[in-house]
């Protein structure tokens, strides 16, 4: 029997092609074919708190924008340079027990302990992680994953910072719009900031250092520096992350390095298309809502990520993002081979 | 002085029995295997179920529960991370997120029926009561039990890797593992023994170790790390170097716990990581000399 056998093409679009030069700015509709996913990522965050229902939702878009910083700076370590660190809640903690204690103990303003607990944080965070730097894949990784249960019960057992208690009150912003457009104007920064240094010629050899760690070496470069520099750039955004988390709750405590803040991010991150940084940004908006509904289910939830995680990776690798912007850039269709 | 060595020795024989298999499934197949400390979790929750749900006898559960513990090794490859094979970053996180949706998912409390363990209470029956009374120091047998099993699995495991054919197989592919394909050897079912044989080797650490405690989900983590801090303090691919940094870490624990509590040694085998990491990166008696080469 003749079956027929079929396949599916993928073609560029006539504008695609059309936008990638000098021809980009020839009319209004290739200008607009290139701002328009750009401009309705930034439109969109910035309109969201306007049209959103009531208190409740704020805050928890507010927390969305704390899950994007983390996995954004997930999606740069892991995936721009190779660093697995699935230790992101290390750097929420030391960021917002910095910032909570400059405020706790010292009284200092908002507008200088986020600033100072998120460049000492990342200090920090970056100078305990250094030695494990020559440590590539799992070992880097399990380390990382430590960091944050070493961290709660160093607090524990020596009762330090409040112990169990935790610190507080903090104080917090004068009102939740500034918090909002402080953490969605953060998470577009980073986006665009992200993807610029990664453009930039130490971005390419973050590029190198992921592939082939051993040829960068060959070239002359000394690799572990440049991860310090990455490391400290990804722990810039976990910290504040941290900072801000600690003032929009007004309390500090070891719930700061609960495993949450390690594993979703991962899992908004795999579900948004790794590697693409905006997608790990659309992957939190749409996880953190979720699991804001399931909050009554505790434990359940660090299981769903865990699933979300599995079931994108093996049947959905490139996430949600890169599916999206195929529609956008291709056309998709069966053809008889 | 007898007391801290004895119990630093048995330490130290139960950090070799976390490890092995750790160390077993990545020097092979180079496949994270986060899953180590759940299945050390999971094969004390199966045990503790036939034994106290079905009333199996001791001897069966723990077989039965060890058979369980291999084939999900085995599906854990099969299913999973086959398809993710050669990807180091997948790997890494689909086996991260196995490993806490076990872990976490043992803690569930009421969906379905299933009942999560949460709390004391639940403790596997020892092997042998009753204690060895010598001059200098008293041990209970169980422990002395951890040394007898620890040394028998090291040396059996020395034998299987060097005297059988699929253990050969095994480090053939550890070694080059595409010369070892064209020698005819199939990597994807030699990588399905080693994740096999692996989970086993963690579920007989927790059959044997955990009657000395309660079944928690924590000591899933604590299994994990310890493991890591073996394989990272010994040497990679060295079996000197498993056993004598297992004796290190475990002497350092129980003279820790000895002074200052055991709350502490957390702290202290992450310190002995750093300072091993900071003075000699390649550990103690590992074989790849060059910073960058450890995987």
Known sequence: MEREERRKERLDRGIKARTEGLYAIASWREITYLLAPRASLIIGLLILPLVLPGLYWQRVLALAGVYALLALSFDFLAHRVGLVCIGGAFMMGIGGYISGGLNYYFGLPIALTIPIATLAGALICTLLWLPCLPLRGVYFAIITFMFPHLATSIIIAGGLLGSTEGLSPIKGFPNIWVGIYLILGLVLLTIFGLRRLCGEDIGVVFAGIKDNDQAVLASGVNITRVKIYALYIATLIGCFAGAFVAHFSGFVGVSLFALDFSVMPIAACIMGGPGTLAGPALGALILAPLSELLRGFGQLRVVLYCVILVVFILFKPEGLLSWVSRRYHQIERWVKV | ?295
């Open chain 2, 1 to 295: 002085m007898g007391e801290v060595l004895i119990y630093g020795i048995v330490n130290g024989m139960i950090f070799v029995l976390m490890a092995v298999g750790f160390s077993f499934v990545y020097g092979i197949s180079r496949l994270p295997n986060f899953a180590h400390g759940s299945i050390y979790v999971t094969t004390g929750f199966i045990t503790w179920s036939f034994i106290n749900n079905t009333g199996l006898p001791y001897w069966l559960s723990v077989i039965l529960s060890l058979i369980i513990v291999f084939l999900a090794g085995v599906a854990i490859y099969q299913f999973v991370m086959i398809r993710v094979r050669g990807m180091p970053i997948s790997e890494i996180i689909v086996s991260f997120a196995i490993a806490l949706a076990i872990l976490e998912g043992l803690r569930l409390q009421g969906i379905g029926g299933f009942k999560g363990f949460i709390g004391p209470g639940y403790v596997l029956p020892r092997f042998i009561d009753g204690m060895l009374e010598t001059p200098w120091v008293t041990i209970d047998l169980q422990r002395l039990l951890i040394i007898a099993v620890g040394l028998l699995l090291l040396g059996f495991m020395w034998l299987f890797t060097h005297h059988n054919k699929i253990g050969l197989a095994l480090r053939a592919m550890a070694q080059h593992e595409r010369a070892a394909l064209m020698l005819g050897i199939n990597s994807d079912r030699m990588a399905n023994i080693a994740l096999g044989i692996g989970s086993t080797l963690a579920g007989l650490a927790a059959i044997v170790v955990m009657p000395l405690g309660n079944i928690t989900c924590e000591s899933g983590y604590t299994v994990l790390t310890n493991a890591i801090a073996v394989c990272i303090i010994g040497g990679l691919g060295s079996w000197v170097g498993t056993i004598l940094g297992a004796l290190i870490l475990g002497l350092a624990t129980t003279i820790m716990s000895a002074i200052g509590g055991t709350m502490w040694n957390n702290v202290l085998i992450f310190g002995l990581i750093i300072l091993i990491l900071i003075l000699k990166p390649s550990g103690l008696f590992g074989q790849q000399k060059e910073l960058q080469e450890r995987v």
